[in-house]
């Protein structure tokens, strides 16, 4: 007697197949990233601090729990560069010729490997980075970090002039606008909030879950926080390291005690941060302070822009992209599951 397969049995195999798809490109991608969720889609803004309400995200969105760092950018740059002719502008000499720059090249070196961290440089976060070269990045992350050198002048931004830019739609990958930078810095959706200066419930003032500004950081021998614990970032060039006064620290060492609600590191201190709002027709937005910055920098109430080809040492970025798609692969399997057995007999048994 033939019968038909269960359905349930048959689609399985077919969930599990997308599932994979839909992980490929994080499976075998070069440069990876940690997550964070930021939820609670179509918040109200924060209060007004003189320069506009901010913070308000309809959707849900995925952040990087931290800075681009120099490790990630070196893989980039050994695919999409390895020769190290820098064709497309894609490395700044500033990253390996400054004592505070993470990445050197040698163009003597094989190919795919011209790129390499300094010692102690990899866990640090990127900078002298200009909003152009993170737009090519996010370019490269949208098309699959193609391996031969391609995939940088478009994708999510078609690269022109750092001005005319604007977000494709549909785009998985890309540089979080200030609302949404915003959000996943200062936001709170609980409702134990004592409130900010003017009372608000919902946002904190600093970017570590805290309405007191943050313990300035001090660091170890390679540059990681040493006095690590709640409400500590790296900011007033206090954390003294490899014969700096001030300088970048390890991402992340602030500790858990120091994190956002959502569970970001440094969008306070460390580096100023790229944001995608165009400010004024001809500068782009960034937030958070940096290393050398006032305590004044990393509150909610301070707003920066900058030239989209601004570098310096103290300016980096994070990327932020859509929520997981294996996460409404897997609820719909689920319901598939929960589907009553059935038996169908066939036409000709």
């Known amino acids: 007697m033939n019968t038909i397969p269960n359905t349930r049995v048959l689609l399985v195999p077919f969930v599990i197949a997308c599932v994979m798809i839909s992980n490929e490109g994080r499976l075998s991608a070069t440069v990876t990233f940690d997550w964070v969720t930021v939820g609670n889609p179509g918040n109200v803004p924060d209060q ?9 995200v309809e959707k849900s969105f995925r952040i990087s729990k931290y800075n681009v760092t120099n490790d990630q950018f070196r893989e980039y740059l050994n695919i999409v560069d390895p020769d190290g002719l820098n064709l497309n502008s894609v490395y700044n000499h500033h990253m390996g010729s400054s004592s505070r720059g993470g990445i050197a090249r040698d163009r003597t070196a094989p190919s795919g490997q011209v790129y390499s961290t300094k010692p102690n440089m990899g866990n640090k976060p990127l900078n002298f980075v200009s909003y152009v070269v993170a737009m090519k990045f996010v370019n490269w992350l949208e098309n699959g970090q193609p391996t031969d050198g391609s995939g940088t002048l ?11 830019e604007s977000r494709a739609p549909g785009s998985r990958f890309f540089i979080p606008n200030e609302n949404e930078w915003y959000k996943a810095a200062y936001y709170d959706s609980r409702n134990s909030l004592q409130g900010g200066p003017l009372g608000d419930d919902n946002y904190w003032l600093y970017p570590t879950a805290s309405d007191s500004g943050p313990t300035t950081a001090t660091a170890n021998a390679t540059g990681d926080i040493d006095n690590p614990g709640l409400n500590v970032a790296n900011f007033a ?31 306070g201190g460390n580096t100023w941060e790229w944001n995608e ?24 109430s301070s707003r920066f822009k900058r ?5 310096g040492n103290n300016i980096g970025f994070r990327i932020a992209s859509v929520p997981e798609p294996n996460t409404i692969l897997l609820a719909g399997f689920a319901i598939l599951l929960s589907l009553p057995k059935r038996t169908v007999r066939s036409a000709w048994s």
């Not at 060492?253 to 569970?263: K, M, P, R, V």
């Not at 709002?277 to 910055?293: A, C, E, I």
């Not at 030239?307 to 570098?311: D, E, L, M, N, R």
Request: no cysteine.
């Open 48 to 56: 007004d601090y003189g320069n506009g309400k901010y913070g308000s």
């Open 237 to 267: 060039s206090t954390a003294d390291w490899n014969g700096h006064i001030g300088n970048l620290t390890t991402v992340g060492t602030a500790g858990a005690d120091s994190a956002s609600f959502f569970g970001t590191f440094d969008q």
């Open 307 to 311: 030239s989209p080809t601004q570098i």
């Open 277 to 300: 709002t165009l400010v004024d027709s001809t500068f782009r937005g960034m937030r958070g302070g940096s290393w050398n910055s006032t305590l004044a920098h990393l509150a909610a």
């Open 154 to 164: 478009s994708g999510v931004y078609q690269i022109n002039d750092g001005i005319s």
